[in-house]
């Protein structure tokens, strides 16, 4: 890449805007970028729900001119290399990098839309922006209820989030058990019991079918119960100010009183534009090793991009894959392999009342793996590790987070951990 080539980057979230501070502000780079907002880190979002940091706090190094914000990319002309933005703007490129991230989720619950309806009832929000987070804070007051709906990574930092703010809040997790994907069974009974005793109440294998709404007057008024829409389309969905939530209904027939519910359903690869200007799109924007879609012009990071069959949606990848994509631009000879990727999350408002979890790898050891195990039922801690002939596959501590650094550079590195006993007690002094 030369200093004149043309570099188009759409979407202003970590992955874009990490890429564009690597090429550096002598590269002629724009960033198209839909919000309207300085840019943040949405991994921090939780915090700012939970009243524990001021939304400045989760401020992304400004990007300067290269940013253009408010404005989204509505086409991709692969012939022209242009890209049509919503404000009539065409931007031309010689590189274009798709950093579109993802949306959250919408169920197919009765009553979310109306029949062709987009708006999201009063009291129903997704939990992916900055705007989703500020308007549930101004929801929020003492004593309301809440339900989440979803018991992964999202809706359980939701939940800790309200009801460190006085809500009453109910957690409904269609899964046997909380953050199924990350946590082995005993650590999410850990979890368990450390949210239950924050005052969330959780139901497990617990499908929520559909939401009570109440007309609340004025134009396209709606019935109590709307027609499903179905899930994934990524059309964001907006408010109507007609309908109004008071409660969930349970797939068996039980109600809930609501007055607030968070759909905390997972995400879904916004892949909208790479399908439209005909790339390869399975679950996410399909790359090679360079980050590079099949046009050579055009190249996807971050939640949006599928590399060997992996969508990754977690920060970590996301920056990794800007650094490794700076690179290939600037004629390194940088290839991505994937992303060994930790989550790691903090729940609970004081500091006795706090719970630090981190999971990485394989949680759940398959036949012939060994697994050690080491668990304090009075300091609440747990650490498990699997082991795959002398290989490290995975782990998962809880409480007690001072070895994970250690645990986690042998996971990364691939090597045979020479005294697992000292590595899961100690920190080696790092
Ligand atoms: C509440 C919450 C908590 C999270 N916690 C964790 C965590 O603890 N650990 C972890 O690893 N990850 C976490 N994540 C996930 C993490 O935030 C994402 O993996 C990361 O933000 C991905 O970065 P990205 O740049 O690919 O996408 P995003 O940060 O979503 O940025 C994409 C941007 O592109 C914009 N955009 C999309 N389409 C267009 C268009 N057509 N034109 C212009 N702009 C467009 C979007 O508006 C958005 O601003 C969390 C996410 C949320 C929402």
């Not at 031309?92 to 109306?114: H, I």
């Amino acid at each position: 890449m030369t200093s004149d080539q043309r570099v188009v980057v759409i979407g202003g979230g970590l992955a874009g805007l990490r890429l564009a501070q690597r090429l550096g502000p002598a590269a002629a780079v724009t960033v198209l970028g839909e919000e309207t907002r300085a840019p943040y880190n949405r991994v921090l979002l939780a915090e700012v729900l939970a009243g524990r940091y001021a939304p400045e706090v989760t401020a992304l190094p400004a990007p300067g001119p290269a940013l253009r914000r408010g404005v989204r990319a509505v086409r991709i002309d692969r012939t022209d290399r242009t890209v049509l933005c919503d404000d009539g703007t065409v931007a031309q490129y010689d590189t274009l990098v798709l950093a579109t991230g993802s949306n959250a989720v919408l169920p197919p619950l009765r009553g979310l839309f109306e029949p062709q309806g987009r708006d999201l009832p009063d009291g129903v929000h997704a939990f992916r922006t900055m705007d989703d987070c500020l308007a549930l804070s101004a929801a929020l007051r003492p004593g309301v209820r809440a339900v989440v709906i979803g018991g992964g990574l999202l809706g359980v930092s939701a939940a800790r989030a309200l009801a460190a703010r006085g809500a009453q809040v109910v957690l409904a997790q269609q899964g046997e058990r909380l953050m199924e994907r990350q946590l082995d069974a005993e650590a999410s009974a850990l979890l368990h019991t450390h949210l239950t005793s924050l005052g969330v109440e959780i139901h497990t294998e617990c499908r929520v079918r559909g939401l009570r709404i109440q007309p609340t007057g004025g134009p396209g008024a709606a019935p109590p119960a709307g027609q499903a829409r179905p899930a994934g389309q990524a059309r964001p969905a907006t408010r109507g100010g007609t309908r109004k939530v008071t409660g969930v209904e349970l797939a068996d027939g039980y109600r809930l009183e609501a007055d607030l519910v968070v759909l905390a359903c997972g995400v879904r690869p916004r892949t909208g534009l790479a399908r439209a200007a005909g790339l390869d799109v399975r679950t996410g924007i399909v790359v090679d090793d360079h980050l590079r879609t099949g046009d050579p012009h055009i190249h996807a990071i971050g939640d949006c991009a599928e590399h060997a069959g992996q969508v990754y949606g977690l920060a970590g990848a996301a920056l990794e894959q800007a650094d490794v994509l700076a690179a290939v631009l600037t004629g390194g000879p940088a290839t991505y392999t994937g992303t060994r990727a930790l989550t790691r999350l903090t729940l609970g408002g004081t500091e006795n009342a706090s719970l630090d979890l981190a999971a990485f790898g394989e949680t759940t050891a398959l036949p012939g793996d060994d697994v050690v195990r080491l668990a304090d039922a009075t300091r609440r801690t747990y650490r498990k590790v699997v082991l795959r002939g002398d290989r490290l596959v995975g782990g998962v501590l809880l409480g007690e987070l001072s070895t994970v650094g250690a645990l986690a550079r042998t996971w990364e590195g691939g090597e045979a951990p020479h005294d697992l006993f000292h590595l899961l007690t100690d920190d080696g002094g790092h």
